[in-house]
């Protein structure tokens, strides 16, 4: 089975620009979060989706949303882009809910996003 | 809310060597708590996990954990190490019914040969 996707890989913007992020969750996952990871720091909890409702946020500013498609897909929209927001930005999805799920999550291999 | 702390933002071994890595936790309710792994241009993969059952934890490629309620500790080691275990591992927590997780700032291990 195909593990979660993301694309594009790599992403060039500049300031003040907008930015879609993409992501495919693992085939019977409904739950997909968002994270953001500075270089030389720890992941960033930014969203969390599931069955297409917001089930959390993180400490972000309102530039950043997302959503969930009835496929379970996923966007991070950013806009306004600012040079702090240069980062790796990891989507993750997670098995239903349930007492095996246990809060497991499953990682993509990310967007680098750079902004100039 | 919870955290991590990880103790330590590199640390370096010789192949062959024990790994070592320290995690430490701050949580109210008990917790569920991760070790990921990151090599370079790649995404987080998954170690291993405590969810409530064993304390010591087996994980992928030679790894285990123990969580140790009294210490608030949830250690990283391997007996020994392997050049291809150069990399970047980072410590999370979660608590039941909440799928956002808090990560450490992690720790880069490197390998002598």
């Known amino acids: 089975d195909a593990g979660v996707t993301q694309s594009p890989t790599h992403l060039i913007k500049t300031r003040g620009q907008h930015v879609t992020l993409r992501c495919s969750p693992i085939?019977?996952?409904?739950?997909v979060s968002w994270y953001q990871q500075v270089l030389g720091q720890g992941p960033q909890f930014i969203f969390q989706y599931y069955e297409k409702e917001e089930r959390g946020r993180g400490n972000f500013p309102d530039r950043f949303s997302a959503r969930q498609f009835p496929n379970y897909s996923s966007e991070l929209n950013v806009n306004a882009l600012l040079l702090g927001d240069s980062a790796l930005y990891l989507c993750?999805?997670?098995?239903?809910?349930?007492?095996?799920?246990?809060?497991?999550?499953?990682f993509g291999a990310g967007t680098r996003l750079s902004v100039l | 809310a919870q955290s991590v702390t990880q103790l330590g933002s590199h640390v370096s071994v010789s192949e062959g060597a024990l790994v070592l890595l320290r995690c430490n936790y701050s949580s109210s309710v008990p917790p569920y708590l991760f070790w990921y792994v990151q090599y370079p241009n790649q995404g987080l993969q998954l170690l291993l996990k405590y969810t409530s059952a064993a304390t010591l934890v087996k994980g992928i490629n030679g790894f285990e954990a123990e969580f140790k309620k009294s210490e608030t500790s949830f250690h990283l080691t391997k007996p020994s190490a392997h050049m291809s275990d150069a990399a970047e591992y980072f410590c999370?927590?979660?608590?039941?019914?909440?799928?956002?997780?808090?990560f450490g700032a992690g720790t880069t291990v490197t390998v002598r040969a």
């Open positions: 999370a927590v979660s608590v039941f019914n909440d799928y956002k997780l808090s």
């Open positions: 085939s019977g996952h409904k739950s």
């Open positions: 993750a999805s997670s098995p239903p809910p349930g007492l095996k799920a246990k809060n497991i999550q499953y």
